[in-house]
C-alpha cells in the first residue's frame, strides 16, 4: 500500500480509504444506472442478443468517468479524481481535450 500511496501523492490513510470508498461507489452506481439508461435508449437484450453486454459497456464507461469526478467531489476528493481522469483520457486518446 505504501507504493500505491506514494505513486498516487496520498497524504494519509484515511484519504486512502475515501478513495478506495469513492471506487466502490462509483463502480456499483454506474453499473445500476447503465440498466435505465439503456432502456430509456431503448437498448434491450432480446434486440441486441449476443451484442447487448458490449454496447452496455461501453455506454457504462462515459456514466463511469462522470460519476467518478462527481462522487470524488462529493467526497471532498475532486483534485485527486480530476488529475485520475484526465490521466486515464490521455492514455485512451483524448489528450487533445486537456492542456498541458
Not at 48 to 77: A, K, N, S
Request: proline share 3%; hydrophobic share 55%; aromatic share 24%.
Amino acid at each position: 500500500m505504501g507504493n500505491l500511496k506514494q505513486r498516487w501523492g496520498i497524504q494519509s490513510n484515511l484519504q486512502f480509504a475515501i478513495i478506495f470508498v469513492v471506487f466502490a461507489i462509483t463502480g456499483s452506481a454506474s453499473a445500476w444506472l447503465s440498466k435505465p439508461f439503456c432502456f430509456w435508449l431503448g437498448i434491450i437484450k432480446e434486440d441486441l442478443e449476443f451484442w447487448f453486454t458490449p454496447v452496455r459497456l461501453l455506454l457504462i464507461f462515459p456514466i463511469y468517468q462522470v460519476l467518478l469526478v462527481l462522487i470524488g467531489f462529493l467526497f471532498g476528493q475532486y483534485k485527486f479524481f480530476w488529475a485520475f481522469e484526465k490521466k486515464m483520457l490521455k492514455r485512451i486518446g483524448f489528450g487533445f481535450m486537456f492542456k498541458d
